[in-house]
């Protein structure tokens, strides 16, 4: 059985252009000067060896031998060589360049690759053109066969280096802040996965608490599991373990989730050449995991996932071969008639490289796509990306997102916050507590110019000039996001308690449903992304026992990122109990009914036909623009309006009264137009039950 990673898949495929890697041997008397202490570091030196000859996985271990030993001779060429380059794997890379150039310096030809180790290590280090020097240098020394086999990589890293000139001279506005010890171990963590509400945050980590608590022999790390954290005010809680419902004894990583938070995508790497698995969340507990079907899982490698905000589309990755680019690419596919995932498409060659892509995740907004690529203008191993869908659903041109959130290094698995304002990553950074780290990005946008108080402007008038202190505008955000989040709690109106109950989304304009969602059993909360640009009615329901309760959200495609939270209590089947019909639309001053109200009124029929005792008065209300005649005459007529249409479609005449009362009835101030507009309705309450 295979137990792939996640982690190596996409960390542990750095290209190594040397034909081999050189044996350089440091020698025992260079260690025998100083009694125990040069016996302790000779035995470092030894263990260092051992692991370093391994492979790159055996690396870290490498590492902290070798730093034993360079205590006692710090300026041993072979040792320096060796210790360079484990660092240039690891967080600290400015200990690679120190080290490499040092040996350089004084042994230029202590090993045949020691130009190439070097090249990387200014290239990681963002020296791009010290780095192109000694790409070329290298090269130089190559045989002719030699030449041609590593020239294409050589050219390609030097072709990052002219990328990452101009990135870094571009610098991006943004704050990076390691989410802290909370989050974060001694031990890799990566791929965060966020709730479009920034609630939840699960990602996947190689802690010695691991399920099982076995070290996988691929990479000589622990096995991957699944964890949890919750933000609390500005902090994260404690992670924990999502326990053995997620996490196996093999391979468990979190690949991708619902913008709601309640649906979860798993690689599993126990099979082929790994797979895609989907867990629900209901109430508090997590589904077995399920494997998808043949058309996303092949014997190929499937690996990262993202579903759209309706559900409806799955994007996800794949190593699979036919219409491949090259590498991974990005494919999408979507439900058919029977919500089964249909055959998938590969995004194209505006997308996808002949290199890989990885960590792909689409945006609540339905419209902006972010992906990890050693392709396009990457600046060194995989870069950041975001592309935009244009009215026509075609992909525009990949943009890297720039310098810090990228370096020569590679940074994968990104999850934007809805608000586009806060984004999560991983990637591996100085200072933080393993070799790979969870970071929020905080976007600033563009600087707006620098300012002088107008204090100091009156001094300097009149007295001798101050040194200016530059106050900067309020910040901007980097772009504008088209989406309004609806955060709502569901609950019984009379015990107040939490109900499971069904949230449906559908488009007015074409009376269409766009999504399906469940609010939680033990919250009742639920998140429902809204992309700018639709009229949508959004309707709560949870069957026989309670009349719906619905929202109108018409949102044009210019309005800018809004949340709204609302507090929904459904009103058990009862006496007296009434609704608010909110998408039930009319023209200004007039009694015929818009198209756009079909759908709610459609939702009143099978209540009335399975309860043919039942009588519901339908009353009109409007605003106090006008006299009382003609508005208690209007509200009367619309809601005739609605009584002819439920008739029409079969319910029974006796069940429905109709009853304008004009303005007598507010809801709101009618001295502001907000408060007319909810004022201006149709409500529904039971006369008569059986």
């Known amino acids: 059985m295979k137990k792939t990673t996640i982690l190596f898949f996409v960390f542990c495929t750095f290209l190594q252009l040397t034909t081999a890697q050189e044996f350089v041997k440091i020698e025992k008397k260079e260690f025998e000067k100083g009694g125990a202490d040069a016996k302790m570091a000779w035995d470092a030196v030894k263990e260092g060896d051992d692991n370093f000859e391994k492979g790159r996985v055996y690396y870290p271990a490498a590492l902290n031998a070798y730093v034993k030993a360079y205590k006692y001779n710090p300026n041993n060429p072979e040792l320096n060589y060796k210790l360079g380059i484990v660092y240039l794997f690891s967080p600290e890379k400015d200990k690679s360049l120190e080290l490499l150039k040092k040996v350089f310096d004084a042994k230029p030809t202590l090993a045949p690759d020691i130009k190439f180790f070097l090249a ?376 107040n308690k939490p109900l499971e109950a069904d949230i449906e989304i559908v488009d007015l304009q074409t009376n269409t449903m766009l999504s399906q969602l469940k609010a939680n059993s033990e919250t009742g909360s639920f998140v429902a992304p809204l992309p700018s640009g639709k009229n949508y009615a959004l309707t709560v329901k949870m069957g026989d026992g309670y009349l719906f309760h619905s929202e109108n959200f018409n949102i044009a495609e210019t309005t800018d990122y809004a949340e709204v939270s609302k507090t929904i209590k459904l009103q058990p089947v009862n006496i007296g109990a009434s609704i608010v019909l909110n998408n039930v639309f009319f023209a200004s001053g007039k009694s015929d009914l818009n198209p756009e109200s079909y759908s709610e009124l459609d939702r009143f029929i099978p209540i009335l036909q399975s309860n043919p005792a039942m009588v519901i008065e339908i009353s009109g209300h409007t605003d106090n623009v006008g006299s009382e005649v003609s508005n208690k005459k209007l509200s009367e007529d619309r809601a005739k309006a609605v009584v002819a249409y439920l008739v029409s479609k079969g319910v029974g005449a006796a069940q429905l009264k109709a009853v304008g009362y004009g303005f007598a009835q507010p809801k709101a101030d009618n001295k502001t137009e907000e408060g007319r507009k909810l004022n201006r309705r149709v409500e529904a309450k039971i006369l008569k039950k059986a």
């Open 120 to 495: 990387r290590s200014y290239h990681l280090n963002l020296d791009f053109e010290n780095a192109k020097k000694m790409y070329r240098s290298f090269m130089s020394d190559l045989t002719p066969k030699e030449y041609e086999k590593q020239r294409p990589g050589l050219e390609k890293f030097m072709q990052e280096c002219d990328y990452g000139t101009e990135l870094v001279k571009n610098k991006e506005r943004v704050f990076l802040d390691n989410l802290g010890p909370n989050v974060n171990s001694g031990q890799p963590d990566y791929s965060p996965l966020i709730s479009a509400d920034q609630a939840v945050l699960i990602f996947t980590s190689r802690r010695e608490e691991t399920t099982g608590g076995l070290i996988n022999p691929l990479d000589n790390m622990y096995f991957e599991d699944i964890y949890i954290s919750r933000r609390a005010g500005k902090e994260w809680t404690k992670a924990e373990n999502m326990g053995k419902m997620l996490n196996t004894k093999n391979n468990d990583a979190a690949v991708g989730l619902s913008p709601d938070g309640t649906k979860l995508f798993i690689f599993n790497g126990a099979e082929a050449g790994g797979d895609l698995y989907f867990s629900e969340l209901k109430g508090n507990i997590w589904s077995e995991p399920e494997k998808l079907r043949k058309t996303i899982n092949t014997e190929f490698h499937e690996s990262s996932a993202s579903i759209s905000f309706d559900g409806k589309s799955l994007f996800f990755v794949s190593d699979r071969t036919g219409n491949s680019f090259g590498g991974h690419d990005i494919y999408v596919s979507k439900h058919d008639e029977k919500s089964r995932w249909d055959e998938p498409i590969n995004l194209g060659s505006n997308i996808n490289t002949p290199y890989d892509e990885e960590g792909v995740f689409v945006h609540p907004d339905n419209r902006t796509l972010y992906f990890s690529s050693k392709g396009h203008n990457s600046m060194g191993g995989y870069d950041i990306f975001k592309s935009t869908r244009d009215k026509t659903g075609k992909w525009g041109k990949p943009v890297n997102l720039g310098y810090p959130i990228n370096t020569p290094d590679d940074e994968v698995f990104f999850s934007m916050a809805a608000n586009g304002k806060h984004a999560y990553f991983s990637t591996s950074r100085a200072g933080g507590y393993g070799s790979r780290d969870v970071y929020r990005i905080t976007f600033l946008g563009p600087e707006k110019p620098t300012l002088l108080s107008n204090e100091d402007n009156l001094i300097a008038s009149v007295a001798e000039p101050i040194k200016e202190t530059p106050v900067i505008e309020e910040q901007i955000i980097l772009e504008t996001i088209r989406l309004t989040l609806v955060k709502g709690i569901v609950t019984d109106a009379i015990t």
